[in-house]
């Protein structure tokens, strides 16, 4: 079209607001497709993230355990070694010379004895916590298996939706694209800034009832002329909006009806015709 092709710049104050207006419909519309599929994308990457966290605990249990293993497995080999060495140092016992030497072997042998006994202790912490690795991979296991089912679930609404919408988003979406062609840039950019601050997504408003159609504020008389002249892009004082007039959004306002004269009243005629 002639005017796609003209300079966004060089177009009129009116052209660049009714524009501007097109592609807030058009952005307000994808909007409404994606509170139509509500917090589904959100619980989707919830679900996801938490089976990743779980699976990721359960691998970090799996490592631990193996560790466990192997210190378990260290501390039985650490006993045996002890156990040769007691059996050793009590015969060398039979063979002493002197009490020097049996003291150093009977002390030798009592800390070895310790030793195995700090050994067992430690075998058996290591199989406890051994046991509560193996119940929590169970239970994350289980939480993992529910939470897969519930994300198979909510994807399966999600894509449902979302195949329902695609077509008329992406056709959306590509005319709002050629239509920012058609907005200085400038001016798009600050009208996405302000879209991207409103909680309801709304850059550009009419005027409604004397008021901002965004916060609903009243707006003073001159700067509603202003606003109808469309002269230069005005915006809310109070929400940063910008505004225009409802005949340029294309809304028709009804007019209130012409007020009918009053009804006199039977009374004040009856006493009208006997004066």
Known sequence: MARDKKDPQELSVEDKLKN???????LSE?????????????????????????????DQSQADMQGLQEEISKRKIGIQDNLASIERYTQQLD??????????????????????QLHEKKIREANEAYEHKQEEIRRCSDTVTERRDDLDVKKSELDEII????????????????????????????????????????????VQRDA???????IPPQRQLDIRMRKKIIVCEYCGRIMIDPELAGIKLNKPADEKPKRRSRKKVEKTEED
Do not use: H, W
């Open 20 to 26: 501007l207006y097109q592609l807030q419909t058009m």
């Open 30 to 58: 994808i909007d409404s497709i994606k509170t139509l599929r509500g917090e589904l994308p959100l619980e989707v990457q919830d679900l996801e993230d938490e089976i990743e966290g779980l699976t990721t605990r359960i």
């Open 95 to 116: 063979n002493v010379r002197n009490n020097r030497e049996y003291e150093n072997l009977t002390k030798e042998i009592e800390y070895l004895q310790l030793d195995n």
């Open 163 to 206: 195949s329902e919408t695609r077509a008329e988003e992406e056709k959306l979406r590509e005319r709002s694209k050629n239509l920012e062609l058609t907005i200085e840039p400038r001016l798009l950019s600050a009208f996405k800034r302000i879209r991207k601050n409103s909680r309801n997504g709304l850059g550009i408003v009419y």
């Open 212 to 218: 901002c159609g965004g916060c609903f504020n009243k």
